[in-house]
């Protein structure tokens, strides 16, 4: 990728303290070269290895499975990235973290990923058509693209500091799964608007309390949130990063009860919705969260978690 220059500036967020978020940009309008750099060492509390946790299972509307110039890397010239989504893109960001590893005289990465994962995702349009993902890249696939993969579909500590939850418990009655969804599994398509294979990352940062990392929030972000509140014993939730997925026809309904539930039985510090959380439910987060505990996620954001 070739970069004429790279700079950071402040985002707008709400300056809760302790939180900053960063946004990244970059220009390739040059004709220099600019070597990515290699990905730090991890620290003592991650032990020798980073890890990235995947549920294998945000899924929305990409393309049919008719072949399509933005489905194919080579269309894409110097950026194979923005062609992939979901976790088909895995395969190439962990191909790019291990060469900086490697670069650096460091292990591979892990992949720690759940054990039962179908060959294909889709989801059923309102007008009855299946519309598919890329197939899903095999644990075989990604130990090519030079990750280290392990398997756990029971809730544990990944690195010796994340908490990986198991099976999500299905709390709420207006979460019920992401409508329309559907997996792919040696040639059989059948209707899965459970996901029960996603999961949710979650840590305790000392003086904040609990950090959730939701995803794309297919189970329903407050059983998300609940779930690390029991695994946690109760200590507060700090920040609640991911996509809400409450965006699209289907999905709307559970606006209203999903902005009341986290305001009133999770009660984060700060909701920070991303890509799939839709335009009117963020506006509905904006509206009861912001100023103070409203941080908008857009590509680049990096929010900084001071311990105290």
Known sequence: MRLQHAFLHWGRCPQTPGIYRVVARMASTGTGSARPQAIPAAGPALGSHPCVALSSAQVSPGWTTS???????????????????HSRGSLQVVAAITRSRLDEGLPPPIVDLHPDRPDQRGTMTPAGTLVLLNPEPTFEA???????????????????FFFVSGEIERV??????FVGHHTVRDGHT???????????LAARVRGRGVSVLSSCSHAGVVNAALGA???????????ILGGYHLAGEGMEPRIEP???????RVRPR??????????????????????GNYGPSVVGSLYA???T
């Open 229 to 239: 509140l029991g695994a946690f014993g109760g200590e507060p939730i700090d920040v």
């Open 142 to 160: 990604i130990e090519s693209a030079g990750g280290r993969v392990t398997k756990h579909a029971e809730a544990h500590v990944l690195a010796g």
């Open 190 to 200: 059948v209707p899965d608007p459970l996901i029960l294979d996603e999961r949710f």
């Open 270 to 291: 700060v909701v920070a919705p991303g890509h799939c959380t839709g335009w009117r439910a963020k506006a509905a987060l904006a509206h009861t969260f912001a100023p």
């Open 305 to 307: 978690l001071r311990a």
């Open 67 to 85: 072949t399509s110039p933005c489905n194919n890397s080579a269309a894409n010239g110097d950026y194979p990235l923005n062609f992939v989504s």
């Open 258 to 264: 999903t902005v009341h539930d986290l305001a009133n």
């Open 172 to 177: 709420t009655s207006y979460e019920a799964g």
